[in-house]
Nanobody
Framework: QVQLTESGGGWVQTGGSLRLSCAAS????????MAWFRQAPGKEREFVAG????????YYRDSVKGRFTISREYAANTVYLQMNSLKPEDTAVYYC????????????????????WGQGTQVTVSS
């Protein structure tokens, strides 16, 4: 059973930055998809950013493009989400998720396809 442990959430003022980390208990192997999702109170969970093995591209929801960056440190089994220029509407619980194969691009944003999830970390942006 793979365990994902997130850290880095917290409280920040509008315009501030946070970096989230997600450490996996084992290496995802040569074929994987890793992503960040978020869920605000009373709202549906939504895709934030993702990346796939063997694919040099990063994928983002439109509202975070240019502000958030997803990256991975393969040796440490860790994926990061650098969040800059934070806005109050970014307030949510952020979750990392892993799928141990490459999800096709058209399905990348479908949270139901991911095998493993972290416990979530709260991000609060005050105005």
């Amino acid at each position: 059973q793979v365990q994902l442990t997130e850290s880095g959430g917290g409280w920040v003022q509008t315009g501030g930055s946070l970096r989230l980390s997600c450490a996996a208990s084992e290496r995802p192997g040569n074929s994987y998809t890793m992503a960040w999702f978020r869920q605000a109170p009373g709202k549906e969970r939504e895709f934030v950013a993702g990346l796939r093995s063997g694919d040099g591209n990063k994928y983002y929801r439109d509202s975070v493009k240019g502000r958030f960056t997803i990256s991975r440190e393969y040796a440490a089994n860790t994926v990061y989400l650098q969040m800059n220029s934070l806005k109050p509407e970014d307030t949510a619980v952020y979750y990392c998720a892993v799928h141990f194969s490459r999800i096709i691009l058209s399905a990348l944003r479908d949270g139901q396809l991911y095998n493993y999830w972290g416990q979530g970390t709260q991000v609060t942006v005050s105005s």
